[in-house]
Nanobody, 124 residues
Framework: QVQLVESGGGSVQAGGSLRLSCAASGYTASRYRMGWFRQAPGKEREGVADIDDVGTTRYAESVKGRFTISKDNAKNTLYLEMNSLKPEDTAMYYC??????????????????WGQGTQVTVSA
């Protein structure tokens, strides 16, 4: 059974940075597509970024140039480096994984495994 555990969330001021981590267990991370989603209160969960089996990445338009997704296969860990944070980035951030390692639409329905989430709060 795949388990995903996020960490690294917190509170920062606008313009600040945070690095989220997602420790994966129960599978070999390099064989999975992994991603980050976020959900703000009263809003639907939205895709932020994902990375495929060979390390190709893609990003939501709202975070391009500010966020970087990466993974360390040796540590089975996924990362999300977030820079130039804005108040609108405030949300619960979730790590997700799916055994279909090729790109599919970046929507929650295309990811089977989920972490519990880590809160990111950006103040103006």
């Amino acid at each position: 059974q795949v388990q995903l555990v996020e960490s690294g969330g917190g509170s920062v001021q606008a313009g600040g940075s945070l690095r989220l981590s997602c420790a994966a267990s129960g599978y070999t991370a390099s064989r999975y597509r992994m991603g980050w989603f976020r959900q703000a209160p009263g809003k639907e969960r939205e895709g932020v970024a994902d990375i495929d089996d060979v390390g190709t990445t893609r990003y939501a338009e709202s975070v391009k140039g500010r966020f970087t997704i990466s993974k360390d296969n040796a540590k089975n860990t996924l990362y999300l480096e977030m820079n130039s944070l804005k108040p609108e980035d405030t949300a619960m951030y979730y790590c997700a994984a799916d055994q279909r390692w090729w790109f599919l639409p970046l929507t929650p329905s295309n990811f089977r495994f989920w972490g519990q989430g880590t809160q990111v709060t950006v103040s103006a």
